[in-house]
């Protein structure tokens, strides 16, 4: 096989290439190469800190789902006798929502009732907006078990929600991640709407672990 001279090897002493010499490249090929060891172990140990700290989160939020079941029992005792065990479920892909509570599809079949919270929401929450978020979701399964459908935020909802002690509204609006802006028109008085969403519900409600966030500049096109 025939090769171009440039590829050729030589005989004779290695030539340095211009502006190094050859001490400069021994130097270079007798560096120690730092060990990747090190950066695995920290890797490691940061992986075991978020997975306890993710067990911990979820041991609390299953101790606070407990003691207000238990609670909501005591004050519908009818409703809770009839109810199957409540479970708990952490989803990672959950951005619209803080928590969700499911006991029956849309065409009305039943299902088993689960609430279903957010792994950055359980994270993030304190343990008094956390128990709140818990409490919500046990009055939307209790409502929907005593009407047999879903009854989302009616008045069935907001009477259980005032017996288990919390104020009966949305603990997150789906308007809190769509700022107003006003646009200026050539003629006419300006207008005022709501930006299209460009940042999960999570991001605006969970506003502390999501500073780095820029908002979008205002429109000064006259």
């Known amino acids: 096989m025939r090769t171009h001279s440039r590829y050729r090897t030589r005989p004779g002493p290695t030539r340095a290439p211009p502006g190094r010499s050859v001490s400069h490249n021994r130097r270079l090929l007798t560096t120690p190469v730092p060990s990747c060891h090190a950066a695995r172990r920290r890797m490691r140990d940061l992986r075991s800190a978020a997975s306890s700290l993710r067990l911990e989160a979820e041991a609390r939020a299953c101790r606070i789902l407990a003691e207000e079941l238990a609670r909501a029992a005591q004050r519908f005792p009818e409703v809770a ?40 929401a359980l994270l993030a929450l304190g343990p008094e907006r956390l128990r709140d978020t818990l409490i919500h979701e046990v009055a939307h399964v209790y409502a929907d078990a005593m009407a047999g459908s879903r009854q989302c935020h009616g ?55 999501f500073r780095g966030l820029r908002r979008p500049a205002a429109n000064t096109r006259p």
């Open 155 to 209: 008045a069935r909802w907001r009477g259980v929600a005032s017996a288990l002690g919390i104020q009966p509204r949305r603990l997150a609006s789906p308007d809190e991640s769509r700022e107003i802006q006003e646009f200026k028109a050539r003629h006419g008085p300006p207008l005022r709407r709501r930006r299209r969403r460009r940042r999960s519900l999570l991001a605006a409600v969970l506003a502390d672990g």
């Open 81 to 120: 006798a009839r109810l199957p065990p409540v479970e708990l479920a952490v989803s990672g892909r959950m951005t619209l929502a803080l928590a969700t509570a499911r006991c029956f599809r849309r065409d009305g079949k039943s299902l088993a009732p689960r609430i279903t919270i957010s792994r950055l």
